[in-house]
């Protein structure tokens, strides 16, 4: 018995010296290369909002000066990941699907040596499994971990994870904080992930844009969003049911787009309730940017929302937003100044909101101008660029 204590403790000399040359190999490399790296780590890349924000978030940190590597359970953004020039590893145990026992073990594995890597410094996770597995990945090391929380924040769970978190609205540190999670342990960044190229460089750029929005009848909306769950799509459609029965001589035509399961219930809907001649559906797009550029505003009545990107990059067009007041949608939208906040689940006031800009596109464009200094000056790219980087650099110190 004595011998295998001795044994063992010899061992864990052994592992705490080699830990102690591994960090100090990690100081010389960094300081001799100048190179900082940081490993995103997520569940999957598909193509959706989460994984579109983890890649804006990879674009913003490069600018920076930081070397970024991607670790997921594979998907559609992984092709362009790599045309973008970011190496991807695909890793066992990450995707939902994925997460036996014996898949999960080969991809801590897979991280850890990864990790080991010398110019590693961050492993910065976008949900809770893959924030686990990275930090099981890293530990003996000094790399440091932090998990952007990109839903509700309700999980109580959370508050036992051992890393710090990012949150990507107050509402979302609010809810960490009630459902246990120490705020010494949140910091808010908003996600604002757009390219400062997509902003409206001044007035000129954006009167130019509203004369080409031109005519004014019908007045135009758009609904961006996956078709899948319940993104308020079918709200925004009843909507425009209640515009036709009260305002028939203000005509209002609706571009919805975005792909998923719902879809197909979504248009049965819309024929059944003759909106056929109003309402576009006009599926999944690459780039959403014209269909902002055609429509007068924006409408989103989903249920809930953790921040509301489309929101803000509708302000980047210069265009107001009739929206739920849930959520972290009041942290983008400010309601009468860059757009209008109904009550959510009202229906009536929502067609009641985009019926005052209808008949007063001067009030319309006031929105607009307004949303667009709020864009410029909140939610540009290089804003979640310094963020990040001032977070990563306070980690590395702590």
Not at 56 to 73: C, F
Not at 150 to 178: C, Y
Not at 258 to 264: F, I, L
Not at 326 to 332: A, K, M, S, W, Y
């Amino acid at each position: 018995m004595s011998a295998g204590r001795h044994g063992r403790r010899a061992e864990g000399a052994t592992d705490a010296a080699e830990s102690n040359i591994q960090t100090e190999e990690r100081r010389f490399v960094v300081a001799m290369t100048g190179r900082k790296a940081v490993l995103l780590v997520r569940s999957d890349m598909k193509l959706a909002g989460p994984g579109i924000s983890m890649h804006a978030i990879a674009r913003a940190v490069r600018a920076k000066g930081w070397h970024v590597e991607i670790a997921s359970g594979g998907g559609a953004l992984k092709e362009r990941l790599e045309a973008d020039g970011f190496r991807h590893h695909e890793i066992a145990g990450l995707r939902v699907d994925d997460r036996t026992p014996l898949r999960m073990i080969a991809g801590v594995r897979a991280l850890r040596r990864l990790l080991a890597k010398p110019d590693f410094v961050v492993a910065h996770s976008f949900n809770a499994h893959a924030g686990l597995m990275s930090w099981i990945a890293g530990r003996g090391s000094k790399v440091k971990n932090v998990n952007t929380v990109v839903g509700s924040g309700k999980e109580r769970f959370l508050r036992f994870m051992p890393f710090p978190f990012i949150a990507v609205s107050h509402f979302v540190a609010e809810q960490l904080a009630e459902s246990g999670v120490n705020s010494d342990r949140v910091r808010t960044i908003h996600n604002s992930t757009i390219p400062e190229w997509r902003i409206l460089s001044d007035v000129q750029a954006f009167e130019q844009l509203w004369r080409k929005r031109s005519p004014l009848t019908p007045f135009r909306l758009v609904n961006i969003g996956m078709m899948n769950g319940d993104k308020g799509q079918k709200a925004v459609l009843e909507m425009m049911v209640r515009l036709r029965r009260i305002a028939p001589e203000t005509p209002v035509a609706l571009e919805l787009v975005g792909e998923g399961a719902c879809r197909a219930e979504l248009e049965r809907f819309a024929n059944r309730n003759g909106l056929g001649g109003t309402v576009k559906f006009a599926g999944a797009l690459n780039d959403v940017y014209p269909a902002l550029d055609r429509a007068h505003a924006m409408i989103h009545l989903s249920p809930e929302e953790t921040f509301g990107i489309v929101l803000a990059e509708a302000q980047a067009r210069g265009l107001p937003a009739v929206a739920y007041g849930v959520g972290g949608i009041p942290e983008v939208v400010s309601g009468g100044s860059t757009g209008l906040i109904v009550e959510p689940s009202d229906v009536d006031e929502a067609a009641a909101a985009v019926l005052s800009l209808a008949r007063s596109p001067h009030k319309a464009k006031k929105l607009g101008r307004s949303g667009l200094s709020r864009c410029r000056r909140l939610f540009p790219q290089s804003v979640l660029a310094d963020a990040h980087d001032d977070a990563y650099r306070q980690l590395c110190s702590a």
